[in-house]
Nanobody, 116 residues
Framework: QVQLVESGGGLVQAGGSLRLSCAAS????????MGWHRQAPGKQRELVATIISGGSTNYADSVKGRFTISRDNAKNTVYLKMDSLKPEDTAVYYC??????????WGQGTQVTVSS
């Protein structure tokens, strides 16, 4: 059974920091890419950041310089360090993973709320 379990969301004041974690298990083929997306109320889900197995990263323009994605390949875990948080970062954050068989999996989401 495939599981992506996220943790680390919560309520923080503007300018603060949070660190999200996502551990994947039960995926048969090795994982290539892992990443984070977010969905704010009334908006479409959007890409936040991705990281592939070789370490290359990609960020949405809105989070560049503030968020850092990293991963532990041995643990199939991806992290998102979020600094200088803004109220507009408020959303449900979803972890996803894609293996070399092009199968994609999603976590259940974790709420991040930034107060002004």
């Amino acid at each position: 059974q495939v599981q992506l379990v996220e943790s680390g969301g919560g309520l923080v004041q503007a300018g603060g920091s949070l660190r999200l974690s996502c551990a994947a298990s039960g995926i048969i083929f090795p994982i290539n890419a892992m990443g984070w997306h977010r969905q704010a109320p009334g908006k479409q889900r959007e890409l936040v950041a991705t990281i592939i197995s070789g370490g290359s990263t990609n960020y949405a323009d809105s989070v560049k310089g503030r968020f850092t994605i990293s991963r532990d390949n041995a643990k199939n875990t991806v992290y998102l360090k979020m600094d200088s948080l803004k109220p507009e970062d408020t959303a449900v954050y979803y972890c996803n993973a894609r293996n070399y068989n092009y199968e994609e999996y999603w976590g259940q989401g974790t709420q991040v709320t930034v107060s002004s």
